[in-house]
């Protein structure tokens, strides 16, 4: 059955078979060439189409490449302008504070810096002003003394210096005493005056000039005062701080003059000056 079934289907293949020969038959060689080169043409403008579109792929996906590299290029180049532009705005800040204060931030340490030399500066100024408004002080104080010094009258003698210097008026004493001294003609009202001008040094707190002052007078000069301006040249030294001429004249005291009060004085001081001695 399947051999007369192979047989019945033949007639059609043969039929075919026989138009493609007819066909073939039909045309010329001239025309069986140019259907090649057609062909040939055919499959030559579909390669060139195919390497088009591959070309084109390609530059697409190198174009694609390309795209996403820039934008990250220029999403990083974004990160550094942010990046430089929060610096210049700290820099700006810093300056902005530094015109402020006179200091830039963390400059602190700097031994040179603008800031130190204008804190320096005011500093000197401030103490200027405070020498200045000390000086005019005692200028005015100066005035004052000047003005009452016109007002109350000259001590002209022994006897108002006496009474100034029981009064304490131990400035007046300083002020008229020389100018007395040199009028005075005894000996005796000469040595007075010198011991209430010491006297009243030592009390102002003069205590150079008072030291100078009770040097010059002796024991054969004013004997009744003697111990005392013995004292008195101890009392200075030590206040000037040297403790062993203080010591010295303390010594002095109690030997020469043992039954006096200034010995008994003397001897305290004396006490004193040692203990600071040995501690120092």
């Known amino acids: 059955m399947e051999h007369d079934k192979t047989r019945k289907k033949r007639p059609g293949y043969l039929w075919v078979t026989c138009f493609v020969v007819l066909c073939t038959n039909c045309m010329s060689t001239a025309d069986v060439d140019d259907l090649r080169d057609q062909v040939f043409r055919a499959q030559k ?36 302008l942010e990046t430089s532009l929060r610096h210049i705005q700290g820099s700006v800040d810093t300056l902005r504070q530094g015109v ?14 603008v800031a130190k030399g204008i804190r320096r500066l005011e500093e000197r100024l401030t103490e200027l002003e405070k020498t200045q408004v000390e000086i005019l002080t005692l200028l005015d104080q100066k005035h004052s003394l000047k003005a009452k010094k016109k007002q109350r009258k000259d001590l002209k003698n022994v006897r108002d210096l006496r009474s100034a210097f029981n009064n304490k008026q131990f400035l007046y004493v300083v002020e008229d005493g020389p100018q007395v001294l040199k009028s005075a003609s005894g000996k005796a009202s000469q040595n007075e005056i010198s011991f209430l001008i010491a006297e009243s040094q030592f009390r102002l707190g003069r ?70 001695q040995a501690q120092n």
Do not use: W
């Open 45 to 80: 403008q579909l390669l060139e189409l195919e390497t088009k579109i591959t070309k084109s792929e390609e530059q697409g996906r190198n174009d694609g490449s390309s795209t996403r590299q820039k934008l990250a290029s220029s999403s990083l180049r974004l990160n550094e």
């Open 100 to 113: 402020i204060t006179g200091e830039l931030p963390g400059m602190e340490g700097q031994p040179d810096s």
């Open 207 to 276: 205590l150079r000039d008072a030291a100078l002052s009770f040097k010059s007078l002796t024991s054969e000069s004013l004997p009744d005062k003697a111990p005392h301006i013995a004292l008195r040249l101890g009392d200075c030294f030590r206040l000037l701080g040297d403790k062993k001429a203080a010591s010295l004249f303390y010594q002095d005291v109690s030997k020469k003059y043992p039954e006096s009060e200034e010995a008994v004085s003397a001897q305290k001081q004396l006490r004193k000056t040692t203990d600071e």
